[in-house]
């Protein structure tokens, strides 16, 4: 059963396992995500529309609009959605699982380590497509004056991305590890993507009933509140999954 959690799912999960994986991840992310195209081109492709294009057409304004909180929060999740179907059905497929999971590493720290890097990446890649916006709108439109996100801004796009990104990781990585293939995988990431759009429909709608005018910045603690329950959902999920046959 995907969602429940299996029985004997006791596992001892050491910080220096998951980080042991996630060296390794970043090592195969490095290599697997430079040799992409795709990749890339999701990469560049959302530093242009995110940190060029928008920035442009709103000016000075693109910091203090919903537009940039909503592109702060969706990033991490489009930046992933090609390329985690690859965590363990990208194994499966090349045949290495078998030696993956002959080591001594736990189920545990295996699926939270190949999380860790995803999350960080996105996350930190989120924020330098967000600071870039600064190149377009100081020296590409004629104006004059200093303009930057409000520290309000800044920890509702930083906190609201590093939710997204641990949504994106885990999820993927759970389809993957559910996932016979890798296209197979990453198809299922997009309904994990309209999810996260009706999350942000769910709290939004719902404030709009108590407040009409609630604006996305309004509304960001309760969203963050949302997503961060989601996120422990899925990494409990995630840390008592078994991917060796539980011994009797």
Known sequence: MFWGFPKNSKQEIRL???????????????????????????????????GLILPLQFGAGWFDQEMALYAWAFLPVLLLLRSMGDTYAGERERHT????????????????????????????????????????????????????????????????????????AASGVLLSLRAETVDAANQAMFLFLILFGFLFGAVRGG????????????ITPALSVVLGVVDLALIARLAASHLRTPSR
């Open 16 to 50: 220096s396992d998951i980080l042991t994986v996630a060296w390794k991840e970043w090592i195969e992310w490095k290599r697997q995500y430079g040799s992409l195209k795709a990749g890339w081109m999701i990469s560049i492709g959302m530093l242009v529309l995110f």
């Open 207 to 218: 404030a709009a009933l108590l407040t009409p005018a609630t604006g996305m910045l309004a």
């Open 97 to 168: 699982l078998e030696t993956l999971l002959s080591t001594r590493l736990p189920d545990a720290a295996l699926s939270l380590g190949k999380m860790l890097i995803p999350a960080a990446y996105t996350w930190l890649f989120s924020q330098v497509v967000m600071l870039f916006a600064l190149v377009p709108v100081h020296f590409l439109i004629p104006g004059k004056g200093w303009h930057f996100y409000s520290l309000a801004m800044l920890a509702a796009g930083g906190g609201l991305s590093l939710l997204s990104s641990l949504y994106a």
